[in-house]
Structure formats: C-alpha cells, structure tokens
C-alpha cells in the first residue's frame, strides 16, 4: 500500500530517541515509515507502541516482537498504554496531518483534485461524515467552522451560498461541493480556497484540534522526566497549539508567575524556532512544504 515518504523522518528519529532500551510511541503510524526507523534504533529490549485509527494502516503491521500496532485515534493514548501496563514512556512522536495514501484514494474525500463521497473520516467506523456536515449544519455552524479551522475570511458567503443548494438537492461529492462554490471564487485563488475549505471539514469531521490537545496533556503524564516529544505539523491551527502548549503547558492565557516572572515551564525547549525540511527534501517531496517540527524535554521537576 502506497503511504506518504515521511518527512523530517531522520531528524525526528534522532531526536526521539535517547535511550536504546525505552519504550516509545508512534502516535500516527500510518504506512510505519517513522516506527521501522525507531526500531533500528531499539536495542532487543526496547519497545515501541504505535497508534492509526485507520483500518487501512493495519496492511502495514510490522512483525517484530517489540512492536504493538493500536487501531485507536491518539487521544486514548493513557488509556490504551495502561492495557499493556504502560505507565511511563522515553519518547513520543506524532507526524500529525492526512497521508497520501488518504489524499490519493477518491473515495476517502479528503482530496480536491478528485471527485469522490464527502467522507473524509479517518475512522471510517464513526457516523459522522463531511456529507452529514455540509447538509445538516446550519449556516451559522459552517460558517464558524470555516472561519475557525479554514481561516476563511468569506465564510459567511460560502456558508449561505450552500445552505440554498442544499434546499434542492442534497450535496453528496466533492465535485458538487466545489461546483457550487467555484463560481464566485476567481480561478487563481481557487486552489488555495478549496484546500482550506477541504481542511477545516476534514478538522470538524475527525474533532482534530481537540483530540490534539487530548494528546498533548495525555503525553506530557505518562514521559518520564528528561523524556522527549516530537511533534510535526502542517498547518498554523496545529503548530500553535503545540507551540503554546510545549512553552506554558497552556492553549489559552498566560501561565502563573512568581514574584520575579517565572512560572513552572513543563518542558525544556532546544529550539524555540520550529525545524523546517531543507529545499532539497522540499524537491523530492511536496508534502514536506509546510512542515513545522517542534521538540521539548520533560523537565525533571515537571
């Protein structure tokens, strides 16, 4: 099966791991390009527990005894490790975002470039679809989640322009979806709209942005001190919850200070300017374009 090349794949590798005979976790095993890396670099007694919520992810199981393949989505992450009597791990990783393996199959929906069903779910077992979205929600509903996780600024117009479409027929692919919209988007915006448009369905469908924060506070409990998260992102909705998050151990506000300042920081930070893959890696692998990697160290006293 046809998954994506991983990006940054030696950089987060080396990153993550710190202790050869650790135990690890691959948030996002998709085509397993991140976890066979990671199990060159165990030694026999190393383990790695790796999380896809998508059935198709199971054709890329790797048989090794060290490794446990978990079709759960990461934000039962505490939970599925305490199955296996895991309470405390050496490293997380998480390459967040839709393979292409995702993008390059119609019938998933999640690709502009290919008429399909609006599904775009991960897991294909839960109920809630693009389709559901797009017919059921009111206007004031897609236009919130347009704004919110498409960072459109006409999210209103879009909003009301398939709110009346709908009144006559149901819109069931993604043909149709952009057939009503493309009309009153000029042509050379229409290919950045459209894939902002797709992301902030694919983000409502899937509760992305909230099963990140599930992973982020869920990781930061079960890391070991000097225990190190890897997080990479692509799109500014993701990267600034991570950022936020690895910098304050907050999404909102501003962390309590004492008298001289400082606050409680949970994570120590090697660099606070994201890692981005270089122009050659961009060359090769398009995808890689708008990556953003950030690493953090539990501190010892977090």
């Not at 383990?47 to 054709?59: I, N, P, S, V």
């Not at 008429?115 to 679809?129: A, C, E, I, V």
């Not at 909230?210 to 869920?218: F, P, S």
């Not at 000097?226 to 993701?238: A, D, N, Q």
Request: glycine residues 6%; aromatic residues 10%.
């Amino acid at each position: 099966m046809n998954y994506h090349k991983p990006v940054l794949l030696y950089q987060s590798i080396d990153a993550l791991i710190s202790n050869p005979k650790g135990i690890y976790v691959d948030c996002t095993f998709g085509g397993g390009g991140h976890s066979h890396l990671i199990l060159e670099k165990l030694s026999p007694e190393g383990k790695l527990f790796a999380f896809d919520q998508d059935y198709d992810a199971t054709a890329n199981i790797i048989h090794d005894t060290r490794f446990t393949f978990i079709q759960q989505n990461f934000r039962y992450l505490k939970n599925s490790l305490r199955f296996y009597k895991v309470d405390a791990v050496d490293g997380i990783l998480a390459d967040l975002g839709v393979s292409s393996h995702q993008f390059d199959i119609p019938l998933r929906g999640f690709s502009t470039r290919f008429d399909g069903p609006l599904d775009m779910r991960m897991n294909r077992k839960q109920s809630l679809s693009a389709k559901d979205i797009i017919n059921n929600y009111t206007e004031d509903q897609l236009a919130e989640i347009f704004y919110l996780y498409g960072e459109l600024k006409q999210s209103k117009k879009i909003s009301r322009e398939i709110v009346e479409s709908r009144k006559e027929k149901p819109i069931e692919t993604t043909s149709a979806l952009k057939e009503i919209l493309e009309k009153s988007i000029p042509a050379y915006k229409q290919n950045k709209f459209f894939a902002q448009l797709f992301q902030a369905l694919r983000i409502e469908v899937n509760d992305e942005l909230n099963a990140l924060k599930e992973l982020l506070i869920q990781s930061y409990e079960i890391l070991k001190p000097g225990g190190i998260l890897v997080f990479i992102s692509y799109h500014s909705l993701e990267d600034r919850l991570v950022k936020k998050f690895l910098k304050t151990g907050l999404f909102n506000g501003e962390p309590e200070r004492d008298v001289f300042g400082n606050w409680n920081k949970p994570f120590d930070i090697p660099s606070s300017k994201a890692i981005i893959p270089n122009h050659e890696e961009i060359l090769e692998n398009a995808r890689a374009r708008s990556a953003k990697m950030r690493i953090a160290i539990k501190r010892e006293n977090g």
